[in-house]
């Protein structure tokens, strides 16, 4: 008897059966004479494409493992951030929205197809670990990342507290990957930071846009009433609650819109305006933003760009502005929807495009040339004192050791403007915007 051959390098099954199902002009969904094929032809398509899966595939699966695939394969093509919850996915989410949970305190996304750190959250595991936005993350222990969906690798590093993950990330200009092991914990995270720069100057750090933001930067004006200007810290902030995001920026415009969020459905758009009443409308403000500014910090500082509420320095924000939903398609699992996007009173989308700073400063320290000589009168006998012991290796009678003076925890000090320059540079504007404002 002669052997039936298939096609076996062209992809096509090695059976006459299989052969004649794949020529059946009833297996694809006709279309019209303009290319449209109507709803009953495309599921009678998707019915036929299961079947076959299900018979002809060279491992047995059920037809609920085959149905979840079909829908993770959908919603992963949708967008990066639309996805299928599984039961374990759904459990997780729950946990992770209504607990503690042990992790490394990092929000990531996808971009471009590659599992990207938005950023890592002040204090947690990731952050001591020295993770940076913008790093891509090649291996999750010894599993690849590429095709692995968001929610299969938010699952992967979670896990329980003081248990060990290792990273492998691919980080610009690293000339190869460098591998990170990270312990990880209970996250926790304290959402403000209030300090002073000098005495007339606020400096807010927001981590995250948790439900105490708006509470917190209200307690610290109020704490601070003699401040003349305010730092918005934003950069490597993911994000977080809409509502928290929108209440900020009422906090410092009066009127017009805040954001917008467009969809298909008309019950799902809404516009978010500012109120008069409560806003801080005087105090200049600079805000502070990088790559891993994200969602809520990118409607704050994009809203008070529009507004000319405030001066944006840094480098251009992430560029996530659109709206998820979580659907439950029955009690174990659901969808992860995008259902609509964010936009600026300007009418502008942050997706895919971000914020762009009206002052772009890459993050570096600042160099400053040390002139020993440029000191204080009342300081140079006591320099002159140290320059001598120097030279006779023993110390000059009548010269005291000095132990430095133990540093402020709330005050950002000279030294730490000279290592951070996206800061110095946003107070340099800001003072220029407190003389400005007082000479009017």
């Known amino acids: 008897m002669q052997k039936k051959r298939g096609f076996i390098a062209a992809g096509f099954l090695s059976t006459a059966a299989a052969l004649t199902l794949m020529a059946s002009p009833t297996l694809f969904a006709k ?23 299900e018979k002809y595939y060279v491992d047995e699966l ?57 950023a890592p959250l002040e204090g947690t595991p990731a952050y001591k670990a020295g993770l940076k936005a913008g790093d891509i993350i090649l291996k999750i222990n010894d599993k690849s990342t590429l095709n692995m969906t968001l929610d299969e690798a938010v699952s992967l590093m ?7 993950i290792i990273l492998t990330i691919v980080r610009k200009n690293e000339p190869k990957p460098i591998v990170v092991t990270i312990v990880r914990d209970i996250i926790k995270i304290q959402s403000v930071y209030t300090k002073k720069v000098g005495k007339d100057i606020l400096y807010l750090r927001i981590v995250s846009f948790d439900k105490k933001v708006v509470k917190g930067i209200k307690k610290a004006l109020t704490e601070n009433p003699s401040a003349k200007g305010l730092i918005i ?37 809404e516009v978010y ?16 933003v990088n790559g891993g500014s994200a969602s809520a910090s990118e409607i704050v500082s994009g809203s008070l760009q529009d507004h000319k509420r405030a001066v944006i320095v840094g480098e251009k924000t992430f560029g996530k502005g659109s709206v998820q939903i979580i659907m439950p398609i029955d009690k174990n699992e659901a969808l992860r ?41 009342s300081e140079l006998k006591e320099h002159l004192k140290t320059e001598l012991e120097k030279i006779d290796g023993k110390k000059t009678s009548g ?17 730490d403007l000279l290592n951070d320059n996206q800061l110095k540079e946003g107070v340099d504007i800001l003072r220029a915007l407190i003389i400005t404002k007082e000479s009017k």
């Open 399 to 415: 010269a005291e050791e000095k132990k430095p003076a133990p540093k402020k925890k709330n005050v950002i000090s000279k030294k």
């Open 233 to 269: 810290d934003l950069r490597n902030n993911p994000g977080g609650l809409l509502d928290q995001a929108v209440g900020s920026v009422d906090l410092f415009v009066d009127h017009g819109i805040i954001v917008s969020q467009k969809g298909r459905v008309k019950s799902e758009n």
């Open 62 to 118: 059920t037809i609920n493992e085959i149905i979840n695939k079909a829908i993770k394969g959908l919603m992963t093509n949708l967008d990066a951030h639309s996805s299928f919850l599984d039961a374990k996915s759904f459990r997780e989410m729950k946990i992770q929205t209504s607990g503690e949970f042990g992790g490394l305190g990092v929000t990531v996304g996808m971009r471009d197809g590659a599992l990207t750190v938005i």
């Open 158 to 164: 979670r896990g329980k507290p003081k248990t060990k």
């Open 273 to 288: 305006k500012a109120h008069k009443k409560g806003t801080y409308k005087a105090i200049p403000i600079v805000v502070l």
């Open 337 to 377: 929807l995008t259902i609509a996007r964010y936009y600026l009173p300007s009418g502008r989308t942050i997706q895919n495009v971000g914020v762009t700073p009206d002052i772009t400063v890459h993050f570096g320290k600042v160099t400053v040339e040390e002139d020993h000589f440029s000191i204080k009168e």
């Open 31 to 53: 279309s019209d004479a303009n290319g449209t094929v109507s709803k009953l032809e495309a599921l009678t398509k998707f019915t036929r494409v299961i079947s076959t899966v």
